[in-house]
């Protein structure tokens, strides 16, 4: 069953339930199949047209951009160090304190880290 998710690695990665995936079959919004085992999966395409339909619309040219809470704000002199949860992942980004300011960014405030690369490496 390659190019398969079961249904809880889909919920955590679009950011919903279990149940709401479950209710979301019953719309007819999305189909899983059965694995040999009765898991229900999705297809990786299906998956991917659920993630693009849920993304924020910035007008930005940036795709990765994850949404998450302020946990701390550090301002030294130009710089600044912002530190996000977004779900389980903890982003870290520097930048200068002027945008930290007229960002007004303060722990627990809602931000998305929008992430634009030349090189992001990939590990199992």
Known sequence: MEDRIRIGQAAAILGVSVDTLRRWERDGRVAFERSAGGQRTLDAGQLR???AERA??????ARNQLE???VSVQT???MGRVELA????????IITAEAVEELALRPGDTATAVVKATNVEVRR
């Open 68 to 70: 998450g809470t302020v």
């Open 86 to 93: 977004c779900g389980p992942y903890r982003v870290v980004s």
């Open 49 to 51: 047209a659920l993630m």
């Open 76 to 78: 030294d002199g130009l």
């Open 56 to 61: 924020p619309k910035t007008g930005v040219s």
